[in-house]
């Protein structure tokens, strides 16, 4: 606890200087006539799972465009095909029909240039590998120098509050810890899309309520695109500048809610109007999904 | 009770046991020996002579321990290292051949698992015929391979390591193919949003991965090798190793001589098992699960 909350410290001080370096994430240009690219563009994008007997329709006619800078996150109950649809974008899952544009390429193309981060639900680090050795992992596959691999995991551990922690091996860690050194990981080769996949789903809610403060904070300083899958309420209501509610069978987007807050947060807003405006908005929007009425 | 104790006792208390059982099965089985060839024609004896008999006869059926012993502690320092006399002699001549053939045994395991993982044709074709392969007794096998290699002009230690090989190379590439596939999912699907090549992905996840696999099959390997580098010393009639120094034991009756080079054998046995062990420990000594 007490690691957690210096190092929530800490993080805060880099937080203002480096606030003007990343500029060219909310305007990326691409060389090309058609000015500003989007980050994400999907369009009719379904996915089908041949099964025995009726095949599983788990994403049907997406639609979805994300600009370069935002924070989306996809909502909705299990089966919904939020993970789906993340995993499609990261070339991760084949798609039946329809096209899907990342940074203006294809999900293989823009992988293959290492357009994006992800990180997984569990934090999927090598127990054989440091924590530093960790980090330092996607960017030796790049082919990057030793000595440059090493500053930069360095530099992300620091940032992501795990600086002194670098000779430690994963199994030494807390699990939020080894989720952060998972976020650390992905943001070390300098990703334009970071893709998370309930990443702070298998973590306490004090652990949660801070790392969700930390990736904020992050979030506004670098304005990466972020694009999030959770099923928490609070979570997608505090972190997000756009939230897509989905419903399952077959996987569609409901409803696309744009939220009033400010890009600055803390945790205290979520008592204020606008949160409790937005979160009861996407409980509503879930119990249609989920064909219950609401009584909040 | 310490904790060395608690571990000693135990060990120790069926050592004293076989010990006992050694002695007592070295009367039995030599009792009617030396009562024809040693007491008869001296007359009248005890039970206690007859016991004493057993256990200094000069071609007992079953030697008593202190006998091996002290022909193996002769053997050892009263002659030169370099007398076929001496065990130590023949145990490097075995030793010898054993780590080339585990060596390449080794590197041939880990070749064909590292094949058999990346191509789906491979593992269909290759694995049934690696299974077969050691179907074969390796007595069947041995003489054929030392008669081809000889005539290819192959002799010393190139036919005795090929059949160590062909013993140590089954354990590895079964360890190795399982340990090749068991890095999850998750771990597969994170090198592939790195886009790393296959290569990349066999060096950086697999290959780590699977040395958890590796080693526990290396120890069973060496031990495989080592039978098969003595296999391999009986039928060529060679002059040295332990399997020929067993093998002339057993021509000329002198039981003591066959299991001194028993007991060494098994000496030597547990020296590369320890040897593979502490090699182990050094490469995973920062693993640990939890």
Request: hydrophobic share 50%; with cysteine.
């Amino acid at each position: 606890m007490l690691t957690i909350r210096s190092s929530f410290a800490r993080s805060r001080g880099p937080a203002i200087a480096l606030m003007n370096a990343p500029d060219r994430m909310l305007h990326p240009s691409n060389g090309t006539a058609s000015g500003r690219e989007l980050a994400v563009r999907a369009r009719k994008v379904s996915v089908v799972y041949p099964s025995a007997d009726a095949p599983v329709q788990a994403l049907s006619e997406i639609d979805l465009a994300i600009a370069p800078g935002e924070f989306v996150s996809l909502i909705g109950p299990s089966g919904c095909g939020k993970t789906t649809l993340l995993r499609v974008i990261a070339d991760l899952e084949p798609i039946t029909s329809g096209t899907v544009e990342v940074n203006g390429m294809s999900p293989h193309e823009a992988r293959l240039a290492r357009a994006y981060g992800y990180v997984f639900q569990s934090p999927a680090l090598f127990p054989w590998r440091t924590v530093l050795a960790n980090v330092m992992l996607p960017l030796q596959i790049q082919g990057r120098d030793a000595a440059t691999c090493k500053s930069v995991a360095m530099e992300q551990l620091a940032r992501v509050g795990l600086g002194g922690f670098e000779k430690k091996y994963p199994w030494q860690l807390s699990g939020g810890m080894q989720q952060r050194v998972s976020i650390a990981r992905a943001l070390g080769f300098e990703p334009r899309l970071l893709m998370m996949d309930e990443p702070f789903g298998a973590l306490d809610e004090i652990t949660r309520d801070r790392l969700n403060e930390q990736l904020q904070q992050l979030w506004r300083r670098e304005k990466r695109t972020v694009v999030f899958v959770t099923h928490s309420i609070a979570e997608a209501a505090y972190l997000s500048t756009r939230i897509v509610v989905m419903s399952p069978r077959p996987g569609r987007i409901l409803k696309v809610i744009a939220s009033p807050l400010p890009d600055e947060r803390d945790l205290g807003m979520r008592d204020s109007p606008e949160f409790v405006a937005v979160a009861h908005e996407l409980r509503e929007a879930l119990a249609i999904g989920s064909g219950r009425s609401v009584d909040v | 009770m310490s904790e060395r104790a608690r571990r000693v006792v135990p060990v120790g208390v069926v050592l004293v046991g076989v010990v006992v059982l050694w002695y007592a099965g070295a009367v039995w089985l030599n009792a009617p020996g030396a009562i024809e060839r040693v007491m008869t024609p001296k007359g009248p004896y005890g039970f206690a002579d007859l016991v004493a008999a057993t256990w200094s006869m000069e071609r007992p059926v079953l030697p008593a321990p202190h006998q091996v012993a002290i022909d193996l502690w002769t053997s050892l320092v009263d002659w030169p290292l370099d007398s076929p006399r001496n065990l130590l002699f023949h145990a490097a001549v075995t030793a010898q051949s054993t780590i080339v053939g585990f060596v390449l045994g080794t590197l041939l395991g880990v070749a064909l698992a590292g094949a058999i993982v990346h191509s789906r044709t491979l593992d269909r074709a290759l694995l049934p015929w690696i299974v077969a392969s050691q179907t074969v007794p390796v007595l069947a096998i041995a003489p054929i391979v030392l008669v081809i290699l000889g005539s290819l002009g192959f002799s010393g230690i190139a036919p005795k390591a090929a059949i160590a090989m062909y013993l140590c190379f089954f354990p590895v590439t079964v360890a190795m193919v399982q340990g090749l596939r068991s890095p999850q999912r998750i771990d597969t699907e994170l090198m592939h949003t790195y886009a790393a090549t296959r290569m990349q992905a066999f060096w950086l996840l697999r290959l780590p991965a699977a040395l958890p696999f590796l080693f526990p099959s290396l120890r069973v390997g060496v031990a495989a090798g080592l039978v098969g580098a003595m296999v391999a010393e009986l039928p060529t009639g060679a002059q040295a190793g332990l399997g020929a120094k067993l093998l002339t034991g057993s021509y000329y009756g002198n039981t003591i001589g066959i299991w001194s080079a028993l007991v060494m054998s098994a000496l030597l046995g547990l020296v590369l098992v320890a040897a593979v062990s502490a090699a182990e420990r050094i490469v995973l000594r920062q693993r640990r699960f939890g």
